[in-house]
């Protein structure tokens, strides 16, 4: 059975006080859920509170962003080594958002990459079209370029360590989500070139999320889906009902699937 991968990216919402509420009320309200691995992704200045109450909890801790470098004169910038200092498990790398406002390419995207497998960081990468794109039916090509570009010089030991996540720009904060058919077929496709640069093990192991508008009401149809490993959720991991809500409904829709 499908076991569902749902991490909840916080973007630049939560003081450091509403943070750990939100995680108190998420952790009770999935404290019984084994069916599912579950991430949150709170802004810099929240990890360090939620990592501590998050320290009797199986909820895993990701951060948005980090440099490449261990350390340095880097002002503004957050190291993977920092990040392992406050428990983090995860990293979000090469957000649409981190791609678009501030000039993120995926030659920068690489290195993070890199830096995070070297520190045993998890990256979570971001990939996915703009609607411009998609539009003009590049969509396969766009998404193929990032995946080529941000995994350059990775083994395939290293790969096997990762989890991507299919973002579609159009998507992300509109309310207009990918059908499941959509997703799917660019899961597919991603699940290919996996396969085609580094075998059917490999291929087979690594996540694929999907973000972009998931709710409660559409994750279950997205995770019927045979390539849909799980979703990067955002506005709605803001508030704890709806996304316990998307968790209970993933790791639902995971065992209809085994028994229907
Ligand atoms: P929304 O769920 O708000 O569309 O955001 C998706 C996203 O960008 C997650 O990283």
Not at 101 to 128: M, Q, R
Not at 152 to 165: F, H, M, N, P, Y
Request: glycine content about 6%; hydrophobic content about 40%; some cysteine.
């Amino acid at each position: 059975m499908k076991k569902p991968f749902i991490a909840g990216n916080w973007k630049m919402f939560k003081t450091v006080s509403e943070a750990v509420s939100l995680v108190q009320t998420i952790k009770a309200g999935v404290s019984h859920k084994t069916d599912c691995d579950i991430v949150v992704c709170p802004p810099f200045t929240a990890l360090s509170a939620v990592s501590k109450t998050l320290e009797d909890s199986s909820i895993d801790l990701g951060a948005q962003n980090m440099h490449f470098e261990s350390e340095g004169a880097f002002t503004g910038e957050v190291s993977p080594l920092m990040l392992k200092d406050v428990r983090c498990r995860y990293v979000v790398l090469g957000h649409s958002e981190r791609r678009q406002h501030f000039k993120e390419d995926d030659a920068l995207i690489n290195k993070k990459v890199k830096t995070a497998v070297k520190y045993s960081l998890v990256p979570i990468l971001c990939i996915g079209e703009t609607l411009a794109e998609r539009e003009s039916r590049q969509f396969f090509e766009v998404v193929k370029k990032q995946f080529d570009e941000s995994l350059q010089g990775l083994t395939g030991e290293d790969v096997s360590k990762i989890v991507l996540a299919y973002e579609p720009v159009w998507a992300i904060g509109t309310g207009q989500t990918a059908t499941p058919e959509q997703a799917e077929q660019m899961h597919s496709y991603v699940r290919r070139l996996l396969n085609e640069k580094y075998g059917n093990e490999i291929a087979s192991r690594v996540p694929i999320l999907y973000g972009g508008s998931v709710k409660p009401d559409n994750i279950g149809q997205l995770m019927r889906k045979p390539n849909v490993d799980g979703a990067l959720v955002g506005g709605a991991s803001l508030k704890a009902e709806t996304f316990t809500q998307i968790i209970v409904n993933a790791a639902e829709a995971c065992k209809a699937e085994v028994h229907s």
